[in-house]
């Protein structure tokens, strides 16, 4: 089991660019072991500062994607029929508490409230996992920590935490970056040039103004790092945002005309 949990230490550094004091507010919430949520649309980069942050903290990363399917079960554990009889085994969660990983639950709004709150008697004082058929009562390690996303767009009266779950968390905003930044970001990550970075970054931006108008979510930094990197490849600059941009992102034909009208207006 050991050897599990090792799989998940990140060897090298994730690049990340800070966008504001979030690298402080993390390490102290994590000395104080305050679990922190990250709120924020999504591919705007939380996944990749939870991945920085464990590497700088020297913590196992142990990651679940949410899903509404997910059970109790799936995040702390169950017995196993195999052919040697049955043996229990940890789920992603009771892992990382029991070897002091940082447990990312991603996109945690997606699992129901019944799932959620298996996480309650790890995210007060009591720092325990109760592992009801194995009859265990699992002490946290002293190094377990636990971070969850949340996209406050998704968020509707059916799918919402409960209030008790997010009153045990810290939280930090995450959004789109500065322009500066951004294009510092789409050209590390995709390999363009900075002038070409900051033509996809105004694409960006004018196109964020078009939420709430037709469009639901934002072109995330995510989908310009793919549009950078089709152009890394050789690809003309218009087909590639037309590909990695516009046609991902809506289906509507004026919203599309309205896309590949601010693509033609930069490139
Ligand atoms: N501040 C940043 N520093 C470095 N890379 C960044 C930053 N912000 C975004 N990125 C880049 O954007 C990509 C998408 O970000 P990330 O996967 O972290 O999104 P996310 O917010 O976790 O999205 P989701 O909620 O969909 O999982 C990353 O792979 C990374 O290349």
């Known amino acids: 089991m050991k050897d599990m949990i090792s799989d998940h230490l990140i060897a090298e550094q994730p690049w990340y660019r800070p966008t504001g004091n979030e690298l402080s507010l993390f390490e102290a919430a994590y000395a104080a072991r305050m679990p922190v949520m990250l709120k924020g649309p999504t591919g705007c980069g939380k996944t990749r500062f939870v991945e920085h942050m464990a590497w700088k903290l020297g913590r196992p990363l142990v990651t679940v994607a949410c899903n509404e399917d997910m059970t109790a ?57 109760p592992l009801e058929k194995k009859g265990e009562l699992l002490k946290a390690h002293p190094d377990f920590f636990l971070v969850i996303s949340y996209n ?7 799918k919402d935490l409960k209030q008790s779950t997010k009153q045990r968390f810290g939280a930090l905003d995450f959004d789109w970056p500065e322009e500066e930044i951004e294009t510092e970001i789409i050209a ?16 960006g931006t004018r196109a964020r103004n078009l939420k709430g108008h037709g469009l639901d979510e934002g072109i995330s930094t995510r989908m310009l790092i793919h549009a950078g990197k089709l152009i890394a490849q050789g690809v003309e600059p218009v087909p590639a945002c037309t590909m990695a941009l516009v046609r991902p992102i809506t289906d509507d034909p004026d919203m599309r005309d309205a896309l590949d009208a601010a693509v033609a207006t930069y490139f």
């Open 188 to 203: 590390h990550e995709s390999g363009v040039d900075p002038e070409t970075a900051k033509k996809l970054v105004e694409i």
């Open 152 to 158: 406050p767009g998704y968020q509707s009266l059916m």
């Open 73 to 129: 079960s799936d995040l702390v554990g169950r017995f196993l029929l195999d052919a040697d009889g049955t043996h229990w085994q940890d789920g992603p969660l009771t892992l990382a508490a029991r070897h002091g990983a940082i447990c990312y639950l991603d996109e945690v709004v997606e699992a129901r409230q019944d799932t959620t709150v298996v996480i309650h008697p790890l995210t007060d004082n009591r720092r325990v996992l």
